[in-house]
């Protein structure tokens, strides 16, 4: 077998590894799964490490089972949590759980014919069938509360240091997930659970349950990888728009592409390693080449077309290029107006600044009154005034002055016109 985890520990994604581990890897294919929340009928990239790992897994001959939490889900995994997850309906689940489904299936074949071929599972699926007294008589009796308690995630949130308390209904959601290795160990012999190292107390949660609901001497196996972080220290995943997520309908291409080319210089060298699949000859490659000239930003762009086709596809990541390309070109009106409705919502989407009537474009108003009073691109008539006298705004990238009349001529495909203060602040008025 290929060294699945000297694999991740080149990449710097491996945090935990239970003693034991590494020779069951490498004796012989070895089926391992990792859960996914379904908090969101999608994922976000954070949740892109978790999906590459099994892909690496399934790589190295081994087994990958992606285990869809339909009914963890229904009760919020307190791991790294300080307070009570709202609970979530059923039709949401439900329709939370077919989309991760649907998500995972673009990057893992699970009608494959493999011997190693991956499997998808619904925890709800054998978790149904238990009654309460059930669970707490075959299950409940094999951990003690002390063995619960010791719990990093459970300890802070008793303490105090984190939240205020806990439910029982999150204080049993490590039986549940503990159930869960216990059951695909039971019916698809895997071994070992993966995780990030939030997880840690989980896992080996499900570990115990796996030794103690066995005849002695059955194994298990756990491993996690760090959580990932910005260099300074903040929240990775976030865009000024908030999370960027692996589909298309909440996160456009152009956006998670440029997610991507943006991010530090220290960042992309370990982002490079972790969400790409580069082999280590070429990552070094790739960083020699961009500290030769870091300005051209070699390492970024290798890393966003890398995990844009990944996640999305290469005419996807194409299409992303040509709108980056567009936005840092010299466009002027016509070309604007010559795009699609979709690819300029798409780059000038977070500037939509508001809403005027085609009477308020057509009654000859001073450009000073719209700017400041009728749309408040400007705090007040003094600053309109200010920014227009230092030539500092534009109308549809074309420079104005105080005397420039607004009219039906300014549109761009007959509804927005773009507004520039300054190089780098857009606004957009949408005339209806």
């Known amino acids: 077998m290929k060294n699945f985890v000297a694999e991740l520990q080149w990449r710097g994604m491996v945090h935990d590894i239970m003693p034991g581990t590494e020779e069951q890897l490498l004796k012989e294919m070895t089926t391992a799964y990792i859960g996914f929340d379904p908090t969101s009928d999608s994922l976000h990239i954070g949740s892109l490490v978790p999906i590459i790992i099994l892909v690496h897994l399934h790589n190295h001959g081994h087994r990958p089972v992606a285990l869809v939490g339909g009914a963890t889900g229904m009760i919020g995994d307190p791991s790294g949590k300080s307070d009570e997850r709202n609970l979530l309906d059923e039709a949401t689940l439900n329709k939370n759980v077919n989309g991760i489904k649907a998500l995972l299936s673009r990057f893992l074949d699970f009608n494959s014919d493999e011997a190693n071929a991956p499997i998808l599972v619904n925890n709800y699926d054998w978790m149904k069938e238990f009654s309460f007294i059930g669970f707490v008589r075959d299950v409940g009796k094999r951990i003690t509360v002390n063995y619960m308690m010791a719990k990093d995630s459970v300890k802070k949130r008793l303490t105090g240091e984190a939240g205020s308390g806990m439910s029982f209904t999150e204080f049993t959601y490590?039986?549940?997930?503990?159930?869960?290795?216990?059951?695909?160990?039971?019916?698809?012999?895997?071994?070992?659970?993966?995780?990030?190292?939030?997880?840690?107390?989980?896992?080996?949660?499900?570990?115990?349950?796996?030794?103690?609901?066995?005849?002695?001497?059955?194994?298990?196996?756990?491993?996690?990888?760090?959580?990932?972080?910005?260099?300074?220290?903040?929240?990775?995943?976030?865009?000024?728009?908030?999370?960027?997520?692996?589909?298309?309908?909440?996160?456009?291409?152009?956006?998670?592409?440029?997610?991507?080319?943006?991010?530090?210089?220290?960042?992309?060298?370990?982002?490079?390693?972790?969400?790409?699949?580069?082999?280590?000859?070429?990552?070094?490659?790739?960083?020699?080449?961009?500290?030769?000239?870091?300005?051209?930003?070699?390492?970024?762009?290798?890393?966003?077309?890398?995990?844009?086709?990944?996640?999305?596809?290469?005419?996807?990541?194409?299409?992303?290029?040509?709108?980056?390309?567009?936005?840092?070109?010299?466009?002027?009106?016509?070309?604007?107006?010559?795009?699609?409705?979709?690819?300029?919502?798409?780059?000038?989407?977070?500037?939509?600044?508001?809403?005027?009537?085609?009477?308020?474009?057509?009654?000859?108003?001073?450009?000073?009154?719209?700017?400041?009073?009728?749309?408040?691109?400007?705090?007040s008539r003094g600053e309109a005034r200010k920014a227009l006298a230092a030539n500092a705004v534009s109308i549809n990238k074309e420079k104005i002055t105080d005397a420039y009349k607004l009219s039906d001529k300014d549109l761009v495909l007959g509804k927005y016109i773009l507004v520039q203060f300054g190089k780098k602040k857009y606004f957009v008025l949408t005339v209806k």
């Open 174 to 379: 490590q039986l549940i997930q503990g159930y869960d290795f216990y059951h695909l160990h039971k019916q698809y012999n895997c071994l070992l659970q993966l995780g990030g190292s939030d997880q840690w107390g989980n896992i080996t949660t499900g570990t115990e349950l796996v030794r103690r609901m066995n005849d002695e001497g059955a194994k298990a196996y756990a491993m996690t990888c760090p959580l990932i972080t910005k260099a300074d220290g903040s929240k990775f995943g976030k865009s000024e728009g908030g999370n960027v997520w692996l589909t298309a309908d909440k996160t456009s291409v152009y956006k998670f592409y440029q997610f991507w080319v943006n991010t530090t210089d220290a960042d992309a060298e370990k982002y490079i390693k972790i969400f790409t699949f580069l082999s280590q000859a070429e990552v070094e490659a790739v960083i020699a080449e961009h500290h030769q000239a870091p300005h051209l930003r070699v390492l970024q762009k290798r890393l966003a077309e890398e995990v844009t086709t990944f996640v999305h596809s290469k005419e996807d990541l194409e299409e992303a290029i040509k709108r980056s390309e567009f936005v840092f070109s010299n466009y002027n009106y016509e070309q604007l107006n010559a795009v699609s409705d979709d690819f300029f919502t798409d780059i000038f989407g977070e500037f939509f600044h508001a809403e005027i009537t085609p009477e308020q474009l057509s009654a000859d108003t001073d450009i000073i009154e719209m700017l400041a009073d009728t749309t408040k691109v400007f705090p």
